[in-house]
């Protein structure tokens, strides 16, 4: 088992990232946070503590009758009321039964909403049916009236009015767990559950609460703000807290009566009633914000390579206004790129090369096929020949020379002529490329107009149909008036090649257009392509991992391992008489050369990720026939025999060129 | 090979498996699968493929329990599945798991790769193993290549391939006899793809697994089967062993799917694709919407007739053990061998 035994030591030897911060760590991080928390706990402990403390204050009727309605002095730090008592004992003190209040309603909305959220989401169903019924019936009574009734049946009961208001809250959160619970029910790991047989309440409290738990939390702390809200409203009306004890509603009452003989006295418990809100305001949105980075420090990656930016200004040095005529690759030569490189800055200063020394060339009306396993720089390079590059992304070194110009030294103006005009993209998702609120052929129609400024509407319209017959698509009229959703995968990417037409290109970048799709409407999309390419001269970058679309497809092939090209050779040469040995093993690991019954040929390891890269041959790790000078100093790219290129110190070893010793079957 | 697999115990058996959703509003019934059979053998790999709506997922997750049954058996080592208790199923499950197309979601990202592995031994009604769970877990994990150490780890912390080894550990735990694998290397690279590919081999040598191998990967399939079923709109075309199936197909159908996939020899393909421009009709291009009484594949079909449109085809046994649901698969037969040198 060496296979196990490399996988084991790769896995056991790469450092891993250490797990993210726990949820309240990434929270206490955040001062608005920390500030909130600290003023939310200390008025809590206030509203227990205190009225314990001091229950004189509690039941005092009447303070001092000399100095009544008297603004903050030194004796009274927040003055005093109608009555003569003190302001400041009062504020804390009512902070009991306001806090209490709070604390009732988010403890009935947490013990109702959450269980009947998480049932309603998981059950699905006849079960969610009922719950969602149920849920209408009580958001559909009026809150005011009911808390109203309550209090009118048992008076200054703050736990029955509070409880009943949280009853009427609960429906909200629970259609918000739901939704979540919904989703994590999609997730296969509970199908896996499911299978192995544990119970339903195991997949509730293990899989879904832990997923609930963080739109729980932010909502809980708006649940809070609003009833706080709710709760001084009543008080203010003297409904919830009998007379002499004090709450902050009443103290704004107080406050409102004698307005016009001491203004300052709505200001303490007002002020008091804002901050306290807004604390649980500041710690939802931060609680937020704080969920939401535990899922992007993991994502970070994945938007790295989404998210695509112009190429141009990017800091590199202008090569110098106009090119001398030398410079530049021969007219018989469509695209030309040199050495080309892209980069990232790290957060922490520094690059991390994304692609270096990538170098191929592209001729009118050729189809050349870039190969490799994902995380090797494919679409990274394709994508930077249309002038677009990942977030945070620069051009190191090299040149990409189209019709003439370097596109490296191009501005954005200038690359935006060229896009979609001279070079076009069809992308792997087409669906994602078309705009689900519009119809086919407005979009089109809009694409045309871009390319041909002085045209009308109508004739775009038009145009935009004679694009869909030219892509095949039966009964093109009809296709134009339908939303992308009413397309299926095929159709849909029909579109997004007739788009690509639009502004007659004369290179196509095609990123794994057909990986999606079915075998049988790969087939049609490819015949597609190659009817285009033979009759508009295009020529075509074609990305693919598949072998088999790029034998089908292709005239030359460039190979790719960990940002660098490692081989480059026509189609029949790459297949029949590969150089380089990534190349060899990654021909040999494909199932097709595989009879049943028989292992296939593996690469033991990963593709090392950007950042990992060796300083000698990227390769060399999972090399079967590495030596010590692979791992010395970086390999050039030569040229081995005519036409050709290859990325390896080995090149001329004979024992290396395994399939064309063993011959299969002698296609010459 | 044949005559051999033909005496093993039938361990999965499938008859006349009909699952349906309810559509659309106003769309009435959706035949997912529409009177499937299929038979799984002890130590046996039975490749089930079919484009996307082909039903071939639907029927791993009806046997799993996870999609209705409208109609028809399953049974599983000679226990019937289909209306089975709870509490039954539950035992069976043990003998009976499944590995994912997608190590990313089929993996809880907030628990422990051990804490994911002993999940089976939570289950009601199972005992736990003597040897403990921790130590099953870990043997588990060495079975796949893994050092049992991971079990502390989070599934964030490995790559696609490594995951995909510790969902197949995952359905290891209980010893299983059939494992359903739902594309489980369809989101892999090449590379990792052929180490999972020799893995699952390897496993199925030593420990004396099924599987039930689902996927729309012709090659990986043909690689990995010994037999092979294929499907169309829920319905089973064509069955039989796979190299007999993919050197000379019987059905229609599957002669375009597998015309269809390119294969990784330039001029293999050249003349691959003259062949298949020679036969190119204009139906293949139609949409299909509705299927009537007759042949799902007829609406599509170079070769449909009246009774194609009409009559639902039975399954026919051919010589070479194959057996197909076609109409015509004699006259297109002899017509192959008039027209072939």
Redesign the interface.
């Given at each position: 088992?060496t296979?196990?035994q490399a996988?084991?030591a790769t896995?056991?030897a790469s450092p891993?990232?250490a797990?993210a911060p726990r949820l309240w760590r990434r929270l206490l991080r955040k001062p608005e946070a920390v500030v909130s928390i600290v003023f939310l706990g200390v008025v809590t402990a206030i509203g227990v503590i205190y009225p314990r403390l001091r229950p004189d204050v509690v039941t005092q009727f009447a303070g001092d009758a000399t100095g009544m309605l008297s603004g903050p002095s030194s004796a009274h730090w927040l003055g005093t009321d109608g009555l003569g008592r003190d302001v400041f004992e009062r504020l804390l003190a009512g902070a009991g039964p306001t806090m209490e209040g709070v604390g009732i309603t988010v403890l009935v909305v947490l013990l109702l909403g959450m269980p009947i959220g998480m049932i309603a989401g998981f059950f699905g169903g006849r079960v969610d049916a009922m719950i969602n019924w149920g849920s209408d019936l009580v958001l559909s009574l009026p809150g005011l009236i009911i808390q109203l009734v309550v209090l009118a049946v048992y008076p200054a009961n703050q736990w029955l009015a509070m409880g009943a208001f949280g009853i009427l809250y609960a429906p909200r959160l629970a259609r918000i767990v739901r939704s979540v619970a919904l989703s994590v029910r999609e997730?296969?790991?509970v199908?896996?559950?499911?299978?192995?047989?544990?119970?339903w309440t195991?997949i509730l409290t293990?899989?879904v609460l832990?997923?609930v738990t963080g739109s729980v939390v932010v909502q809980m702390a708006i649940v809070a703000g609003i009833a706080l809200q709710v709760q001084t409203g009543l008080a203010f009306l003297g409904l919830l807290v009998p007379a002499p004890a004090p709450s902050w509603g009443g103290l704004i009452a107080d406050g409102i009566s004698n307005i016009a003989l001491q203004p300052w006295l709505i200001w303490p418990a007002g002020l008091a009633t804002v901050l306290t809100t807004l604390a649980f305001g500041v710690l939802a949105d931060s609680l937020r914000d704080a969920g939401a980075e535990g899922w992007s420090r993991?994502g970070s990656r994945l938007l790295l390579a989404a998210r695509r930016r112009p190429a141009s200004g990017s800091g590199k040095p202008a090569v110098g206004a106009a090119p001398p005529e030398d410079a530049g690759p021969g007219s018989d030569v469509l695209l030309a790129v040199e050495d080309f490189g892209v980069a990232v800055t790290k957060p922490s200063g520094g690059e991390t090369l994304l692609v270096e020394g990538v170098r191929f060339e592209v001729a009118p009306g050729e189809i050349v096929g870039l190969v490799g396993?994902?995380g090797c720089g494919k679409t990274t390079t394709a994508t930077a020949v249309m002038g677009l590059l990942p977030d945070g992304a620069h051009v190191t070194s090299g040149h990409i020379w189209y019709g003439g110009r370097d596109l490296t030294a191009l501005s954005e103006a200038e690359l935006r002529r060229i896009r979609g005009k001279e070079i076009a993209l069809v992308s792997q998702e087409p669906m994602v490329s078309l705009n689900p609120a519009f119809r086919i052929g407005w979009q089109l129609a809009e694409v045309v107009r871009r390319h041909q400024s002085g045209l009308s509407r109508a004739d775009a319209e038009r145009r935009a149909v004679d694009l869909l017959r030219s892509v095949?698509l039966?009964d093109p009229e009809q296709v134009a008036r339908r939303y992308p959703h009413e397309l299926?995968?095929g159709m849909a990417q029909r579109v997004s090649i007739a788009r690509a037409l639009a502004g007659d290109p004369d290179l196509l970048i095609a990123d794994e257009p057909t990986t999606a799709l079915?075998?049988?409407?790969?087939?049609?999309i490819?015949d597609l392509l190659r009817e285009i390419r033979h009759e508009r001269g295009m020529a075509i970058l074609l990305i693919t991992?598949?072998?088999?679309?790029?034998?089908?497809m292709c005239d030359r092939a460039v190979v790719m391992y960990a940002g660098q090209v490692v081989e480059d050779a026509s189609?029949?040469a790459v297949?029949t008489r590969p150089l380089h040995p990534y190349t060899t093993?990654?021909?040999e690991?494909?199932?097709?050369?595989?009879?049943?019954e028989e292992?296939?040929?593996?690469?033991?390891g990963?593709?090392p990720s950007p950042g990992d890269w060796p300083v000698g041959c990227h390769f060399e790790e999972r090399c079967g026939h590495a030596t010590a000078a692979c791992g010395e100093h970086g390999v050039p790219l030569e040229i081995p025999a005519p036409g050709r290129l290859c990325r390896c110190i080995h090149v001329d070893r004979p024992a290396l060129l395994t399939l064309e010793t063993v011959d299969h079957g002698g296609?010459r | 090979m044949t005559a051999v697999a033909a005496e093993r115990e039938v361990l999965l058996d499938v008859a006349g498996l009909s699952v349906h959703y309810r559509g659309e509003a106003g769309a009435g019934v959706v035949r997912a699968v529409d009177d499937a059979s299929l038979q799984v053998r002890e130590f046996e790999t039975v490749g089930l493929v079919g484009?996307?709506g082909s039903g071939k997922t639907t029927i791993g997750?009806a046997v799993?329990?996870?999609a209705p049954v409208a109609g028809g058996e399953i049974s599983f080592a000679g226990e019937q599945l289909t209306r089975a208790s709870a509490r039954k199923?539950?035992?069976l499950?043990?003998d009976?798991?499944?590995i994912?197309?997608?190590p990313y979601?089929?993996?809880?990202?907030?628990?422990k790769i051990g804490?994911?592995l002993a999940?089976?031994f939570?289950?009601?009604h199972?005992r736990s193993p003597a040897e403990g769970v921790e130590h099953k877990v870990g043997r588990a994990l060495e079975k796949v290549?893994?050092?049992p150490e991971?079990a502390d780890?989070?599934p964030?912390?490995f790559?696609g391939?490594?995951r995909q080894r510790i969902?197949i550990a995952?359905a290891l735990v209980?010893d299983p006899r059939l494992i359903i694998c739902d594309e489980p290397v369809s989101s892999l690279?090449?590379?990792?793809?052929?180490?999972v590919?020799?893995l699952l081999?390897t496993l199925q040598t030593e420990l004396g697994l099924s599987y039930l191998f689902v996927s729309?990967d012709?090659?990986?399939v043909?690689?990995?089967?010994?037999r092979i079923v294929i499907l169309y709109r829920g319905r089973v075309m064509e069955e039989g062993p796979?190299?007999a199936v993919y050197a000379a197909p019987a059905h229609p159908y599957t002669r375009?799917?597998l015309?269809?996939?390119?294969?990784?020899?330039?001029?293999?393909?050249r003349r691959r694709?003259a062949d298949?421009a020679a036969t190119r009709n204009e139906r293949?291009?139609?949409?299909v919407t509705a299927v009537g009484a007759g042949c799902p594949f007829a609406a599509r079909c170079a070769h449909a007739t009246a009774v194609c449109e009409a009559e639902q085809p039975d399954m026919e046994t051919l010589a070479n053990g194959v057996r197909v649901a076609c109409h015509h698969w004699r006259e297109l037969r002899s017509v192959e061998h008039g027209g072939r040198r």
């Open positions: 088992m296979e196990t996988l084991m896995l056991n891993r990232r797990p997730e296969l790991y199908d896996a559950a499911i299978v192995s047989g544990v119970s195991f293990r899989h832990p997923r993991q396993e994902s095949h039966p299926s995968g079915d075998v049988t409407v790969q087939a049609e490819l991992h598949d072998w088999g679309v790029l034998a089908d189609i029949e297949f093993a990654l021909l690991a494909n199932p097709q050369h595989g009879a049943a292992m296939l040929p593996t690469i033991p990963v593709v296609e | 484009e996307s997750r799993l329990g996870l199923r539950r035992l499950c043990a009976l798991q499944v994912f197309q997608d979601s089929s993996l809880n990202p907030a628990r804490q994911t999940e089976p939570r289950a009601k199972r290549g893994l050092d991971v780890r989070y964030y912390q790559s391939g490594q969902a995952r209980t690279d090449l590379s990792v793809q052929a180490q590919l020799n081999r729309h012709l090659a990986v043909r690689h990995v089967s010994h796979a190299d375009i799917l015309a269809a996939a390119p294969i990784p020899d330039p001029a293999e393909q694709r298949a293949m291009h139609k949409a």
